[in-house]
């Protein structure tokens, strides 16, 4: 009696630790794929057998509590924390001296009780430093092995009144609670939160405090104050291995990813605003699927088989107006976020200092000034104000450790950046910069030209000169001896004595005593800032003043020394000679930031020429291009002959290859996104690579937006049916336009069964009373059949050769079941002949005896238990006995006869009719009975298997078979 209690109390407990999986947690290991479970002890507080189970693969089917498991930190944090593993009244405990592993009893302050989860998932245990592993096929401490967390999650936070998940329990649905609609314990005494992966557990406090959580809480502290508590899922997506959301699980956050393990993809959650593109391959190419919606189960829906796992993901927000190229992201603000040293609206095109496809970083000795862009070489351009071939060293014009630009304006600086100005010009020491005229100059554009000698002053821009008093102005605007005046022209007139004194010797002309004071100076001599100088042949056609960076050059006509052009530092007349002009002045020298080209200083160098930042001078491109990065011929730009086109530097007549366009005689490189193009823009592509195989509007996707689908033209709208899809039919759907069906294998023909409502976040049902989550039902069983049959792409062959082979099956199974009733029908006829036969015989014999018979008698209620006479003793008139016997038993008279003849009685049912069937054959022996068979209504006692006498022609009456 007691071992039966004992049996029926287990399975009674055993039942009530059996429930579907709606929110649970098991550890799984990672090499043999099983969860750990505890062996089962009932009424026992002794320690269980720890053992490796296959894992639950269905969110709907039992499981027993021993797989669940609760992670609960001895310090109410999980990291770097000791951890205790607990399963319902159980702790995964290392025994004492032992590697052997049990679930005992919890005791919090026993060390064989807790265990570190790392990182990567293993988890040590604290007393013995080992680690959770197998030994052969049993759980022990040994050597380490990944586990990892494998469950349910729910659609919800739950939260539990008492700390480590015990006390009442509530879910919180994703949506925003205030405190009337939370239970009122948190807000007094701790409590705990099962935060599924994925979801975000906010806080908002009332001093505008935001606390956010991310993760199980086994003892959160009371909520001092509150606005509000938000449940949420975080920016990303949560893929499953199993449908309805169970199994091992990974939640990505927005940008790509790639697993590190290929991942069955049974289910996924996506938050609002975003998609994910999941890839077959961990190099984002191959098949791939464009998600925008959360789908409960990948099993049945249409999609290609090698679509159900997934090995690289990438998420992004579908906030962007343009589509993000490949090396940016959509974010949640509508911007588009780029991978490092990438830029633009699409994130299409490197940063300033990267280079190539990937945009990546120049040489560092560049300082990241470099052949830069998609289509760059990555060789290095020296910074402004460097040079060198480490770029190591300050660019004329520039000074100090940093290579700071000189801000002399018309002159330059040495080391300590002292401006030294060009001819003509006036430092100013207060501003260190050269920007007016000094004394005998006048400004005219960006120049300083020498005024005429003898001038008082000149007038800006033109030049005019306004002589002194003793001068007179010449017919060209020089200044010339007044000839009014008594002094000789070797004499200048002294205002104040009233007298003529001689020029210097250096003079023909003066105005005045000394250097300074000549007009024109002697014939070997030129007219330099007030003075005159002798011409040697080492100064050629430039003066050689005494100021560092004053360059001057010779005007024969006007024999003075004038300031070269601007932006020149130097100058020279070639092949100068008395009769040169000044018109054929060059320069020889540039001001920083312009290079030397023939003779002038130009901001950038002609197309067939290239700039040399050695000496900043303009030099000729190889003879076969048009424009070149450098002397070379393989450094062509663009080629002289128009029919030839430059790849990679060099000019040939070979059409561009794959990925190049052609672009004035150049093969330029297609957008790093494009195959194929027509420009080498994002936006410009023809054919598409494996990462991005869509094109739309030109340029190349992963996938098609929301409510299309792709096909060789590009992306087109989905069924009507379909909220997004992967093709045109109503069953090739991803989610569902009409927000209260639910999909199933790819058709929007699923319902919530009755008494369950609908999880628009998750697309399950859940029940009403008990909140289970509940899998959807059919509503249009054939839905799915009719559809596929309807498709535009007709029938494949095996489709035709079932249809054949099954329409023969049928007939020849109608055929078999055709033969089979006829045979029962022709069994059937042939039983009612012979019984036929039968009745007409016994008809016929009565009637016999009803002739032979004498005054009818009373009927008796019984036979005699003599035997009946025979026929042939009834019909033989020799044997009187006989008839005497036969007359006594079966006479009846005649009043009784025919009362019994008016009323009906019992056997009227099988014999009516028998009186007019009597008097037709000229008896009233006998009936037919409801088999139209004749029946004799005598109550006599005959067999059917008695000879009969034969009759005169030798045959026998009745007709017996």
Known sequence: MHIKNFFLSFLILTIELTSNVQAAKFIRNEQTLSCLDRSFIPFSDKCSTITLTPCPTDRFQSFTESFEWDIIPVNSSLKNSPIIIKSDKFCLSALPNSNNINACSCDSAATNQQWILNNDGVLNNVDSGKCLGLVGDKVALGTCQAWKFYHVAPHAVNLYTSKEFTGKQEKLLVNTYTSKSLPAEIFSSAFSLEIPPGFEFIVNKSNNKVEIFESDIAQMSPIDSLDSIIIRLKPGMIIYEEPAYFGASKFMKVGPSELLQTMNLGSALVSEGFRGVFWSNSNFTGNNIGLFESIANFTGA??????????????????????????????SDGTCACKPGFTGDRCERCLPGFFGATCQECNAKCNKICDDGLAGTGECKCNPGFTGETCNQCAPGFFGNKCEECQCGNGTCDEQGNCSCNAGFLLDPKNNRCMDCKEGFYKSGKECKLCAPGCGSCEAETGKCQCLPNLKSSDDGLCEPNPDLTCSPDEYFDTVSQLCFKCDPTCETCFGPGVGGCIKCQPSMVYLEGSCILLTQTTESKCSPSAVNQAFVIDNSKRTCVTCPSSCLDCSIPNFSEVSLIEEVQCTKCMPGFFLNNGTCVKNCPENKYADNTDFVCKDCDTSCASCKGPKGNECITCSNENFFALDGVCSSTQCPSGFIALNTTCTKCHSDCTECTGPEINQCTKCPPNRPIIKDGQCVEVCPMGTYADETGCQKCNADCSSCVGSRPDQCLGCSDQSKILLGGSCSGSCPAGSELIKSERLCQNLVTEDILPPEKTREDQKQDNYFNTSKGLEWWMVLLIVLGSILFLIISVMIMRCCAVRRRKKKTKEFGDQIDDNFVNDNLKTMLRNAREPSQPEMSHDPRPALRPHEIENPLNQRAAERHQKTMSISSDDYNKWKKKPTKSDKDWGGFNN????????????????????????????SYNLPLNIDGSREGNWV
Not at 303 to 331: P, R
């Open 302 to 331: 249409p999609v290609d088989a090698k679509q159900l796992s997934v090995a690289s993901l990438d998420i992004s927000a579908t906030a962007c107006q343009n589509e993000c190229g490949s090396s940016g992201t959509c974010s």
């Open 917 to 944: 069937i009597a008097n037709a054959e000229g008896s009233n022996s006998g009936h037919r009975n409801s088999k139209r068979s004749i029946r004799s209504t005598n109550s006599i006692s005959t067999k059917r």
